[in-house]
């Protein structure tokens, strides 16, 4: 069975205790959960990966055996050029995914150093985000065949 990789980037393990005007009540386990039963549901395999460092969410872009990526970048989306470049080397269907609107918060914000070098994003639609994300990623792959009867 082929596999989506979930990778949650740093203070996203806080979830439902951070911010919760921004980020919602929701926890991390609540929204893998989600995307777990939908990947039951669905025929394809999951993994889930939350990190607050950069290098260890960078090894497991580059070691991963995953069809396709779904990624919160979460603060480094507007940092990480190292985290960008593992994505590229990786060549993957990949959606990037955010729970809050990032272009309608502080400006800083509005960049994202990921955007260019994936398939799409998804911005602003709480756990949605995620559930969206995890949608499209698996069409695009069973339109590519990666996954039968996605
Ligand atoms: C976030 C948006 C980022 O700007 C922020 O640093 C996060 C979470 C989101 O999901 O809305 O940690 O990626």
């Not at 386990?29 to 290098?55: C, M, P, R, W, Y």
């Not at 991963?64 to 779904?70: K, N």
């Not at 309608?104 to 602003?124: D, M």
């Amino acid at each position: 069975m082929k596999k989506i990789i979930v990778i949650h980037g740093p203070n996203l393990d806080l979830l439902g205790k951070r911010e919760k005007d921004i980020y919602g009540a929701e926890t991390i386990d609540d929204i893998n959960s989600v995307l777990i039963s939908k990947a039951k549901e669905t025929g394809v395999g999951i993994e889930t990966f939350q990190s607050n460092h950069e290098g260890d969410i960078v090894d497991k872009i580059r070691d991963t055996d995953a069809s396709g990526i779904l990624i919160n970048p979460a603060a480094y989306t507007h940092t990480s050029i190292a985290i960008r470049d593992a994505l590229s080397a990786k060549r993957l269907p990949t959606v990037e995914v955010h729970l809050s609107n990032i272009y309608a918060r502080e400006e800083f914000r509005h960049k994202s150093l990921i955007a260019p070098v994936v398939t799409g994003q998804i911005s602003g639609f709480g756990r949605e985000s995620y559930v969206l994300g995890f949608d499209a990623l698996r069409m695009m792959l069973k339109e590519r065949s990666c996954i039968e009867n996605a």
